[in-house]
């Protein structure tokens, strides 16, 4: 497992993942996020890498915290934890009664729901009535639940799912993402009337002034 938040703690990158979540609980303190999409523009930005440091960061400060790969097209979480893609979010989908597949990921708290089989329509499959009960069992299961989707621009997945949960945070990579981009997926998700939570830039150049401050 190669996520830097579980092999380097103290590292200013995972101290960086430790302030998005205290940023994120700040978003809304009478009404605190429970569930949130995680997406970006475009392919290949960072937010599968994103998604799973954050959770790990939330599962620390002690919070249960579930993951949810609904990256049906791409799913990918799975192997950054080690673990299996099947049996997951599919498989309850089309499934009339069963036990959510929750898979333990060796940190404290977090558990991963992998994507499950693959389905010929995921943003049908995301669309679906029966997504909002699987999304309330998690929450009953959790203090916060985290999906995964994929890029907003490609197809209509992450706005889909989006508008079913309390908050979207959208992942745009210093010197990759195109500004008009970003805007685009801006507007695709305003559209679907999704709140967007927030935006994280990764890959930016470090600042030398302040590394090694505290
Ligand atoms: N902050 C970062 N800085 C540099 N490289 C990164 C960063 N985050 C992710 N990467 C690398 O970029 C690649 C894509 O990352 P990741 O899988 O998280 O992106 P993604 O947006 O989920 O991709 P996909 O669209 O395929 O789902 C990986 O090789 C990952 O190691
Ligand atoms: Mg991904």
Request: glycine share 6%; proline share 7%.
């Amino acid at each position: 497992m190669d996520l830097i938040t579980i092999s380097d703690p103290r590292s200013p990158v995972s101290e960086a993942y430790r302030t998005l979540r205290t940023n994120l609980s700040f978003y809304s303190l009478d009404n605190p996020l429970r569930s949130l999409v995680v997406t970006s523009p475009a392919p290949n930005e960072g937010k599968s890498t994103t998604i799973a440091n954050l959770a790990v960061t939330i599962a620390q400060s002690g919070r249960r915290t579930i993951l949810v790969d609904c990256d049906l097209r791409r799913p990918s979480l799975h192997e950054l934890f080690g673990l299996k893609a099947e049996p997951g979010f599919t498989d309850l989908v089309l499934a009339d009664e069963m036990a959510l597949p929750l898979q333990p990921t060796g940190v404290d708290n977090l558990w991963l729901l992998a994507s499950g089989a693959k389905p010929p329509n995921p943003a049908d499959l995301l669309g679906a009535k029966k997504v909002d009960q699987i999304i309330a069992r998690l929450q009953e299961e959790a203090d916060m639940v985290l999906f995964d989707a994929p890029p907003v621009m490609a197809v209509t997945d992450a706005a889909v799912l989006g508008a079913k949960v309390d908050g979207v945070l959208l992942v745009i990579q210093a010197g990759k993402t195109k500004r008009d981009h970003a805007e685009r997926a801006k507007e695709t998700l305003e559209k679907a009337k999704v709140r967007i939570v927030g935006v994280t830039l990764t890959n930016a150049p470090k600042d030398k002034a302040m590394s090694g401050y505290y």
